[in-house]
């Protein structure tokens, strides 16, 4: 199902998505960065679902979208120095390795985090495309694999895109800046 955000639209947009993550569901969203993939973090089926639809090997680990700090907090056990970098960072087009499992992102991108709230878990923070393939800032660029057996696709009209977030491994120093983005890491 595709649906259009608007202002109108919004609560039903995000109504409608957290029922399909409830259900283990995948959705296409629009990010403070490019359009990405999110499925229930803490749902293990639902995280195998999208690692075949992606064709990542099982050992790659998926980012995760976080409503605000407290979340990260609830969810994922913090050394002190990473509490900083994420505080002064986040919300932001960066993204955190705080351990070999688990890698920190809270976008600026009101739609992705009002839904995780709402949510009230982790979602996964990965691009909407193949394995290998460029991230994209349009749903007409969209994989037809991905169209096709994704549950929900959410199509802001006024998106814009950007480059993919930074991302940092902050798990031990010194920290290591793994891709560029936008916004550049000085830790």
Do not use: C, H, W
């Not at 957290?18 to 293990?44: M, W």
């Not at 992102?105 to 909407?128: M, Y």
């Not at 800046?177 to 550049?184: H, K, L, S, T, Y």
């Amino acid at each position: 199902m595709q649906i259009t955000l608007t202002q109108q639209s919004r609560g039903l947009v995000i109504n409608k998505a957290v029922s399909v993550l409830e259900k283990g569901g995948i959705i296409v969203y629009p990010s403070d960065t490019v359009y990405g993939l999110a499925v229930d973090a803490t749902n293990d089926a639902a995280i195998e679902r999208l690692t075949d639809l992606k064709g990542r090997r099982p050992d790659q680990k998926f980012s995760y979208n976080f409503s605000d700090f407290s979340m990260v907090e609830k969810f994922v056990d913090l050394k002190e120095d990473q509490k900083q970098i994420i505080k002064k960072y986040l919300p932001g087009p960066l993204t955190f390795i705080v351990s070999g499992e688990v890698s920190v992102r809270i976008p600026e991108n009101s739609i992705i985090t009002d839904l995780t709230r709402a949510f009230g878990k982790p979602t996964t923070a990965t691009s909407a495309n193949l394995t290998g393939m460029p991230p994209i800032i349009s749903i007409k660029s969209l994989d037809a694999k991905l169209y096709l057996n994704s549950d929900l696709i959410i199509e802001d009209i006024e998106f814009a895109g950007a480059k993919p977030s930074t991302i940092v491994d902050i798990s031990e120093k010194p920290y290591k800046v793994i891709r560029e983005g936008d916004v550049p890491f000085q830790g």
